[in-house]
């Protein structure tokens, strides 16, 4: 006497889906997430120092500034931030990638033990600043209302 939602499994298993009483998830889907948010934040930190070292980069004939770290942080800082949020939706997980990489450019970059930080102090160190923020906190911004829009229409 079974139906068709329930053929091929035994008896006794019944599926709790959308009940309220059904037990929680498995541990292994709450750590999941976790696991991902860290390894973006870790990726974050990983593109900050890469990003600062090639923000010294200059063109073999004249010698102009070549920032092309800054190219790279416009990409790749809204790219983390959008991978944190489908990874953990509904949380405030899309904020960890992009506080990490802000973190690490601005502590690296402005301190070291030896006096200064990494950053040369010009408009480049301005420039990856702004290349990895702004484009960051506005992915964070489209998610948030992306978000809103979708629990007002639901």
């Known amino acids: 006497m079974s139906d068709a939602s329930t053929e091929g499994r035994p008896d006794c298993?019944?599926?709790?889906?959308?009940?309220?009483?059904s037990p929680e998830p498995a541990p292994r889907r709450r750590v999941l997430p976790v696991v991902v948010v860290v390894l973006l934040a870790l990726d974050a930190v990983m593109l900050a120092w890469t990003e600062m070292a090639w923000l010294t980069l200059r063109t073999a004939g004249d010698g102009v500034p070549l920032p092309l770290s800054?190219?790279?942080?416009?990409?790749?800082?809204?790219?983390?931030v959008l991978a944190a949020d489908a990874a953990w939706p509904g949380s405030r997980?899309?904020?960890?990638?992009?506080?990490?990489?802000?973190?690490?450019?601005?502590v690296a970059g402005l301190w070291s033990p030896a006096g200064g930080g990494v950053l040369p102090p010009d408009w480049r160190a301005i420039l990856l600043l702004a290349a990895g923020v702004l484009p960051g906190a506005l992915a964070l911004s489209w998610t948030s209302a992306k978000r809103r829009v979708h629990t007002l229409d639901g």
Request: glycine share 2%.
């Open 13 to 21: 298993v019944e599926s709790s889906e959308g009940d309220p009483r």
């Open 70 to 80: 800054a190219a790279v942080a416009l990409v790749t800082t809204p790219v983390l």
């Open 93 to 106: 997980a899309a904020l960890v990638p992009l506080a990490a990489w802000t973190l690490t450019v601005l």
